[in-house]
């Protein structure tokens, strides 16, 4: 899966912000979407809106990798590359 923002704001200590998202599910369909991320005390607050439906979560950052946990079993894990414009 991955997350591009479409904003040129984003400085490389950020990630918050509004991307485009696409990926695969575990039953193999694939899904795109949205996600906006903003940061608050050092947590990221994620809604996602894929399908027409809208899935909350929040994350934490170490170096380069960001892990949200949204109500599931697995945890979504994005490496933030291009200086916080792209979640991989």
């Known amino acids: 899966a991955y997350a591009q ?3 040129p704001t ?3 200590s950020s990630v918050s912000g509004k991307y485009k998202v696409a990926g695969t599910n575990p039953n193999g369909s ?3 979407g ?3 991320v903003t940061e608050s005390n050092g947590e990221y607050l994620f809604t996602w809106n894929v399908a027409g439906k809208t899935f909350t979560g929040t ?3 170490e170096g380069s990798t960001l892990t949200v946990n949204w109500g599931e ?3 979504v894990i994005y490496e933030v590359k291009n200086g916080g414009k ?3």
């Open 59 to 61: 994350g934490t950052l």
């Open 73 to 75: 079993s697995e945890s």
């Open 34 to 36: 949205s996600v906006t």
């Open 5 to 7: 923002t479409s904003s």
């Open 30 to 32: 694939s899904y795109s």
């Open 86 to 88: 792209l979640l991989e």
């Open 10 to 12: 984003n400085t490389p």
